[in-house]
């Protein structure tokens, strides 16, 4: 079927830098959003950001201006790239992706398995 993998998780210093990837295979037709979530210990999961199809970005306020999502329709993959990362920025890390499978549809949504990121000097 279809699975997405995250990579590029990890510890970084506060200041740092780091770039997830979210790379989706499996029986693909076409793929629509494609979004970043985050998940801190003890707290409920929130969106970072989304990706159209088209590159059209929104970013939630917490990461506006630090982090930038964009995507490779070709190789049917996401990034992450996160700048001037702090200590709240921990969190496990997850892809989300609107596929369709087989025309005309429905589209289903995917999600990969996380990817932790922690932030600690």
């Known amino acids: 079927q279809v699975q997405l993998v995250e990579s590029g998780g990890g510890l970084v210093q506060p200041g740092g830098s780091l770039r997830l990837s979210c790379a989706a295979s499996g029986s693909i037709f076409t793929i629509n959003n494609m979004a970043w979530y985050r998940q801190a210990p003890g707290k409920q999961r929130e969106w970072v950001a989304t990706?159209?199809?088209?590159?059209?970005?929104i970013y939630s306020d917490s990461v506006k201006g630090r982090f930038t999502i964009s995507r490779d329709n070709a190789k049917n993959t996401v990034y992450l790239q996160m700048n001037s990362l702090n200590v709240e920025d921990t969190a496990v890390y997850s892809c989300?992706?609107?596929?369709?499978?087989?025309?005309?549809?429905?589209?289903?949504?995917?999600w990969g398995q996380g990817t932790q990121v922690t932030v600690s000097s």
């Open positions: 990706i159209s199809r088209g590159a059209s970005t």
């Open positions: 989300y992706a609107s596929i369709l499978t087989a025309y005309p549809g429905p589209f289903s949504d995917y």
